[in-house]
């Protein structure tokens, strides 16, 4: 997770398997979580890129400091 006071940027990968066909799919993503002044989520952009995600949240690309 990298905070970004407004916006929290989260790294996230995701994986399923289908039930009948044992079929298992995976990728990676990086998710924007927007937040207002009562720090209710009032959006929430998805993106393949970690890059792209930060520059949406209007975050610097370079590496942040990961929360744990």
Not at 7 to 33: C, M, P, Y
Not at 54 to 63: C, E, S, V
């Amino acid at each position: 997770m990298i905070d970004g006071g407004e916006h929290v940027v989260v790294i996230a990968h995701r994986w399923g398997r289908n039930e009948i066909t044992g079929l298992q799919i995976s990728d990676k993503v990086a998710q924007v979580f927007s937040f207002d002044d009562d720090d209710k989520c009032v959006r929430v952009q998805e993106f393949h890129d970690r890059g792209t995600a930060l520059k949406a949240a209007g975050l610097d690309t370079r590496p942040a400091r990961l929360s744990s």
